[in-house]
């Protein structure tokens, strides 16, 4: 409908393009003439013709309602109210105030000829109002032709006539030959029709673009042969994207209230269709060496191959696919769904499996609104509509070369897409981009993925936005549905919940499936129930308390198995959910008072946000509830009630942050410790409360009873806990002694003997019913495979492999595991003859708890780099060991700041001569901060000990055969032993070539070690200045940074070939430590940690009954062997003599010296620090009872194993 601007009516003039103008022409004819504007101002009556009551008729009609009665008959208008004027005798569609309506310009300076009169006779198709920049009186004498000049192509300026009763531009042929510029002209099929109904012949139409100011915008101008000076125009429409008109619907709900009838009815070409956006087709990228794929077509049913058919055809006219004869490097699958459709009929829907094809797309990430960021924009609102695009991916088409790489296979040859399709991974992105550039810039509109909520707090508000949208979605071609509109109610489904005028409540299709849900029979039912309830957790701060026992059931290594508090828990969250807890929305009103509670208990976190406006009115806007990890669980209690403000600020960060927020809790504590500062908090809090630091929070205490969520969820805990405790049982597994041989003939006892094994053969028998659920559950792990399985002689065969009942799986394992192979020989060993389900699983675990294989697995990865502390000084962190060159002992110092090594000869390697030594060295230069050394008994040792206390000297131990925790010592003992070879070789002093390594450089950047512990250079056989030998000092910063960007360089190195970082390790876990001698696995129990904040690598391990020192490095958990029988029996044999590596020595033991006669042994290979003690006998290897003899071995310091001559077997 229209603001027709009527002048003076010369023939030329267009008002109007409809498809419909026959009608509209017929219907003016019939109309007499009226009086000129002059007669009125010569002050002449006029005639009854143009009495004002009569102006209002309908072509046909009554003045009153606008009907075609008789006069004399009554009129139903006589005695209704107006819905506008409020006065009594008409209806809303003729009356007469409603039509007033007034026009502008917005620049009146452009205005070149103003001669205007105001005409009602059109009233009925009025819906807004024209407002001005000036005032203008009805009584006036108004302009009857407004110009402005405009640009078109940036290029001509022509003076053109604004008419805000046509529907569009028009270009005379005159104008049109004054253009600089040729526009492409074509043919239109568009009827335009003159004000008094008049066809007009429409020569083509032209895009070109038009501008005014600051904006442009290219438009259709439809050309007409009118008579020489008739004047171009621009239509409504036009004129008001160019800033000249401002149209303001002041009166809708009163002229024309909107119902989904209407609308269905308006903008029919909008609903129940697959539009297309428009602008360039999408191109899709793909990554610089993508690897094309071809799949073969997938088999369809027989049974559907003629909906496969028709669905492909059906997509085919709609023109979303074409048929491919050319090759292409891709080829993708196709996957149908069988859905039911009207009177449950089935159909079929096709989608095409890009899983390759996704692999080397580059994807264009653009960001889809949650539920949470729209919930605030529907505060205040009362009237609601949701509508769904249609198809929405396929609004978008593709080029030719992005829809060559969306072919498919199916049996009937090849397609491809010409449309979007779903599955591509930036089908969301690319879809959800264009879908917001052309509706969020409407007010009161938004909407997640395809579906768009529309919202208004008056119905006036809310038509408006409507129609904005349908508006758009006309100007931009876009499809409905129109059997999901849900139109302007007060309660609407939206993404799994219902929106109300008063807040959100849980979606009722959601809370009947949850009602309706049954009893979990398997894990995998448990996390689909577990799923649903989860996103209903906004309700309800409860939920994460009430689920706490089936959690436990979801746990890895639980046995499913549904008992009666599980049932009660699964109860409690039914009546939860049914209590519809309704959550007001969100109000972003500064002035409105925001408070956050927050609860804890040892198996929960609980929060919840409520408001209160100006007028003391609390709501409800948010809560939240999660289960704590078993690390949480065992927190201190402040500690959980800490971590749940945290919980509770980061779950409504949306709502919270950037605002004064008064958090209340149950715990007084925590109001005092959020006042301090933080290095004043407790420091296990501190990560807490720093994460707090964010927001503008206030503590507040209050009592649990003044809480009352807080109070439930407290109650709720104690009871779970309780429930758990009674309820955790160990169960007792099947134990086979010894393994027995099985055969077909056993196979059918144990078959005859199992209740499922009986059912799975008579379903066999008698055939599978049509779907899983009308099976028995304990068939349901036979579903997948049922075309598989077959009888045959008695037994149950799965294609060739025999499926075993569970009274034979055990003996099958230790068969199988027969020799200890590995995982995958087992499982290909197993394909060769057995079968059950789960069983490729149930080898692994196997395998895993096998105790020999665990002794003979390789070493593991090495760990990330843990640096050390870098010193800031010469001397203040020294590295120590002794090391064996030439048959003697040497001890080694190492200053870590300078890597300056002194090393001294040893007499012997007791404790006392090494300190003896490393008080000498001290007393030349100086005491240390801290020695790092190994655990060698020499430092082990109370003596040693007490001389570093003594000396306020640190001791730090490194780990056995872990030469990273001591790298600086560890490198020099090579570095000088390098050193002393190629002297020895070349008869040159060994401590020359130790003095040249001294006073050398370490790198281009770094002086020499003499220079970085003396603070000077040293004279040496190479010439030098006298100004160089001064003493000076290195700068102590550079040098330190310069050695944490080297070790920053070295991680890196390192890290690249190590693993990641492992789990700590428990008091008392079972474990296996890796002998580093024997290269295999041995058992043994994690004791303590030493030192877990200076030593956070190290434990104290139980092996054997001793004691020894490990770095994780070297250990790593121990699977419980699994219930299959006695796996132990062909373990090779041990002896408890031989420690797996030296053992540790706490700080009671007391050794000071080594046995004499160790003083006076001289070995052939280097000692390990660690090793103090090794048995020179090992257990026999061999033992031939019928022979009577023994050969016995003879391991070696270096691990090196000897056998003892038979001759000395007596």
């Known amino acids: 409908m229209d603001i027709i601007s009527r002048g003076s009516r010369q023939p030329t003039d267009v008002h109007a393009v409809r498809s419909r103008q026959k009608m509209f022409a017929s219907q003016h004819k019939q109309q007499k003439p009226h009086m000129k504007e002059s007669d009125f101002r010569k002050g002449e009556k006029p005639n009854r013709q143009l009495n004002t009551r009569k102006l209002h008729f309908t072509p046909n009609g009554c003045y009153r309602c606008g009907g075609s009665h008789q006069r004399s008959d009554p009129c139903p208008a006589k005695s209704a109210q107006c819905r506008y004027c409020g006065k009594t005798g008409h209806f809303l569609k003729v009356c007469i105030k409603r039509n007033k309506q007034l026009h502008e310009i917005n620049s009146p300076d452009d205005i070149h000829h103003c001669d205007y009169e105001t005409d009602n006779t059109r009233s009925s198709a009025t819906i807004g109002s024209v407002t001005s920049v000036c005032a203008v009186d009805t009584a006036c004498k108004f302009p009857d032709k407004l110009f402005v000049k405009v640009k078109l192509n940036d290029s001509y300026t022509m003076n053109m006539k604004i008419d805000t009763g046509a529907d569009t531009c028009i270009l005379t042929t005159d104008d049109l030959q004054t253009l600089p510029f040729e526009p492409r002209i074509t043919s239109s099929d568009t009827i335009l029709s003159g004000y008094g109904g008049s066809i007009i012949k429409n020569v083509g139409v032209a895009e070109i673009k038009v501008s005014y100011k600051q904006k442009s915008i290219v438009t259709k101008f439809n050309i007409v042969n009118a008579p020489s000076g008739s004047p171009s125009m621009l239509g409504c429409s036009q004129a008001q994207e160019l800033g000249l008109i401002t149209v303001n619907i002041d009166h809708l709900k009163s002229m024309s209230i909107l119902t989904r009838e209407k609308v269905l009815q308006k903008y029919k070409e909008c609903f129940d269709k697959i539009g297309k956006f428009p602008g360039e087709k999408y191109h899709i990228e793909l990554v610089d060496d993508p690897k094309p794929v071809i799949h073969p077509p997938r088999a369809v049913p027989v049974h559907i191959m003629p909906l496969y058919k028709a669905e492909l055809e059906k997509m085919k006219a709609d023109d979303i696919i074409t048929e491919v004869t050319e090759p292409t490097e891709w ?22 499996d890009p899983k390759d094809l996704n692999k080397n797309i580059k994807r264009a990430h653009y960001p889809t609104r949650t539920i949470d960021e729209l919930l605030p924009l529907q505060h205040g609102k009362k009237y609601f509509s949701v509508i769904d695009t249609k198809k929405g991916y396929w609004h978008e088409e593709l080029d030719y070369e992005s829809s060559l790489l969306c072919t498919f296979n199916t049996p009937f040859g090849r397609y491809r897409f010409k449309r979007l399709p779903f599955g591509l991974v930036v089908s969301q992105d690319i879809f959800q981009r264009k879908l917001d550039s052309i509706f969020n810039n409407i007010a009161n509109v938004s909407g997640i993925a395809d579906d768009l909520i529309i919202s208004g707090a008056t119905e006036e508000e809310h038509d408006e936005a409507f129609i904005k949208v349908m508006e758009a979605a006309k100007k931009n ?56 309830v989860t996103y209903l957790n906004r309700f309800s701060t409860k939920l994460a308390e009430l689920v706490a026992p089936l959690r436990e059931l979801n746990k890895k290594n639980v046995h499913f198995r549904w008992e009666p508090h599980h049932q009660q828990a699964l109860d409690d969250v039914k009546k939860e959910l049914c209590t519809k807890q309704l959550i007001s929305y969100y109000d972003s009103d500064p002035n409105t008072v925001t408070i956050l509670q927050c609860d804890a208990s040892t198996l929960g976190l609980g929060a919840w946000i409520r408001q209160i406006d100006q007028h003391g009115q609390e709501k409800i806007v948010g809560m939240a509830s999660r289960c704590l990890s078993p690390t949480e669980s065992r927190y201190s209690n402040i500690e959980r009630e800490c971590l749940a403000v945290m919980f509770g600020l980061e779950k409504f960060e949306y709502y919270l942050l950037g605002r004064q927020v008064m958090v209340e809790t149950d715990h007084s504590p925590l109001e005092q410790i959020f006042k301090k500062n933080l290095a004043e908090t407790p420091t296990r809090l501190q990560r807490f409360i720093l994460r707090c630091l964010k927001f503008d929070i206030e503590v507040k205490y209050k009592p649990g009873r003044s809480i009352p969520l807080a109070d439930a969820l407290s109650r709720i805990c104690q009871k779970t806990t309780k429930e758990i405790t009674t309820s955790n049982q160990s169960d007792v597994h099947f134990i086979s002694t010894a393994t027995r041989l099985v055969d077909d003939k056993s196979v059918r006892e144990a078959m005859a003997d199992d209740p499922t094994m009986n059912m799975l053969k008579d379903t066999i028998y008698k055939g599978w019913p049509q779907y899983r659920k009308q ?34 799986r055990n003996d099958i394992l230790d068969i199988l595991h027969t020799g200890h192979q590995g995982e995958t020989k087992c499982i290909l060993l197993a394909r060769e003859s057995v079968f059950w389900p789960g069983i490729s699983s149930t080898i692994r675990e196997m395998v895993k708890g096998c105790h020999v294989c665990s002794m003979f697995q390789p070493a593991q990865q090495k760990l990330p780099v843990m640096q050390p502390d870098l010193p800031t000084r010469p001397w203040e962190i020294l590295g120590s060991d002794i090391f064996e060159f030439d048959s003697h002992k040497y001890l080694i110092i190492v200053d870590y700041y300078s890597r300056f090594p002194v090393v001294r000869l040893l007499p012997d390697i007791s404790a006392r001569t090494v300190c003896t030594y490393f008080k000498s060295v001290l007393g030349e230069h100086g005491l240390p901060s801290t020695i790092i050394a190994d655990c060698g008994t020499q430092y082990v040792s109370e003596e040693f000990k007490k001389r570093c206390e003594d000396s306020n000297i640190t001791l730090k131990f490194s780990s056995p055969y872990h030469h990273q925790a001591n790298s600086v010592a560890e490198r020099a003992v090579g570095t000088v032993k390098a050193l002393w070879k190629k002297a020895k070789e070349d008869n040159t002093c060994p401590y020359t070539a130790l003095w040249m390594y001294r006073i050398t450089p370490l790198d281009d950047n770094m002086p020499s070690p003499y220079e970085l512990l003396y603070g000077r250079k040293p004279k040496s056989l190479l010439p030098i200045s006298k100004g160089a030998l001064l003493s000076h000092h290195p700068h102590a910063d550079d040098h330190l940074e310069m050695n944490r960007a080297k070790q920053v360089k070295q991680q890196e190195c390192y890290d690249m070939r190590a693993g990641k970082e492992r789990s700590d390790l428990q008091d008392e876990e079972q474990v296996y430590v890796r002998n580093t001698l024997k290269k295999i696995w041995e058992p043994g129990t994690i004791l303590n940690r030493p030192n877990p904040i200076r030593e956070p690598r190290t434990y104290l391990v139980d092996i054997e009954g001793k004691t020894y020192q490990r770095t994780r490095e070297h250990l790593k958990p121990r699977h419980t062997e699994t219930p299959s029988g006695n796996r132990q029996s062909i373990s090779p044999p041990t002896d408890e003599s031989i420690p797996v590596s030296p053992p540790y020595h706490s700080p009671e033991d007391t050794t000071s010296t080594i046995s004499g006669s160790l003083e006076k042994t001289t070995l052939s290979s280097p000692q390990k620090s660690g090793d103090v003690e090794i048995p020179k006998v090992i257990p026999p290897l061999m033992n031939n009872n019928k022979g009577g003899f023994q050969m016995r071995s003879q391991s070696t310091r270096s691990g090196r194993i000897t056998r003892i001559p038979l001759k000395f077997n007596e």
């Open 331 to 352: 080829v993708n699958s196709i996957t149908c769904r069988i859905t039911k459709g009207e009177n449950d009929q089935q159909k079929i829907r096709l989608c095409l």
């Open 477 to 532: 071609n876009i499809g409905f549905n129109s059997e999901k509109l849900q139109f302007k109610q007060n309660k609407v489904s939206f993404y799994g919940h219902t929106l109300t005028e008063d807040g959100l409540l849980p979606s009722e299709d959601k809370l009947q499936a949850i009602k309706d849900i049954q009893a979990p029979t398997s894990t995998k039912e448990l996390q689909t129930l577990l799923g649903m």
């Open 775 to 808: 099976c028995p559950p304990e068939l349901w792990e036979y579903w997948t495979f049922r075309c598989d399985l077959v009888l045959e002689d008695g037994l149950i065969l799965k294609g060739e492999r025999i499926v075993i009942p569970k009274a034979l």
